[in-house]
């Protein structure tokens, strides 16, 4: 699985959209980047994954450049509850089973 | 919403005790995780499970950990002689299985047990 590489850490003001960048130069076709967060030291908690294509649900949208060496993690309209860090995790599609291999992360401050 | 859960949710020992951690994985799912955080550092995979054997392990996972789902709806760590250094956060995970053909399988990770060897 790709190496990703992320910013230790962000700051946004509350009610305006956190971008959350990282890199993943050596990625390849058939690897997906899995973005999750981990508030405190609760459970990581998935958000979002894609693989070529942008995409969008309830809790954030995913950008993926084109030549797919990057991406960027959009919370529209970030609130206090999403001070965490957040993890962006490249994951090949066939390595059913296989481990989330975790980096240090962003460490997201929503600041009022 | 279906979730992983764990029990307990703290748990205090004495070095050299054994200590079980539980999960009960979301019901549907085949695919069965442990990870760990020692405190300020990073999550580690420490073992993946399937079809009732181990998939894959980590140099972490040492002769004093085992894994086991004794019946249909629980998966168990045990350490079998704490370590001082086995102190730390203990997160289950689950995922369903995608097929043959590959594609986006998601792990869905529980509230963790903290676990204090003293």
């Known amino acids: 699985d790709a190496k990703t590489t992320q910013p230790p850490s962000m700051d946004c003001a509350e009610g305006r959209a956190a971008n959350l960048p990282c890199n993943h130069s050596t990625i390849s076709g058939n690897e997906y980047v899995y973005w999750y967060r981990q508030i405190h030291s609760q459970g990581p908690q998935y958000i979002i994954h894609?693989?070529?294509n942008n995409e969008t649900n309830e809790m954030a949208s995913l950008i993926i450049t084109e030549d797919r060496k990057s991406s960027t993690l959009i919370l529209p309209h970030a609130t206090l509850r999403d001070t965490a860090v957040y993890y962006c995790?490249?994951?090949?599609?066939?390595?059913?089973?296989?481990?989330?291999?975790f980096g240090q992360g962003t460490e997201l401050s929503v600041k009022p | 919403e279906p979730e992983v859960t764990q029990t307990p949710s703290h748990q205090v020992t004495q070095m050299g005790q054994e200590v079980i951690l539980r999960c009960v994985p979301i019901?549907?799912?085949?695919?069965f995780y442990w990870y760990r955080q020692i405190l300020g550092q990073k999550v580690e995979f420490l073992v993946s499970f399937y079809n009732n054997e181990i998939s894959e392990k980590s140099e972490i996972f040492d002769d004093q950990f085992s894994v086991e789902r004794p019946d249909g709806s629980n998966f168990t760590l045990k350490i079998r002689s704490t370590k001082l250094e086995d102190s730390a956060m203990y997160f289950c995970a689950s995922s369903d299985l995608v097929g043959l053909a590959g594609g986006a399988e998601t792990q869905y990770f529980g509230p963790g047990t903290r676990l204090l060897v003293l």
């Open positions: 019901s549907n799912h085949l695919y």
């Open positions: 894609g693989l070529k």
């Open positions: 995790i490249v994951r090949g599609a066939y390595n059913q089973g296989g481990k989330l291999i």
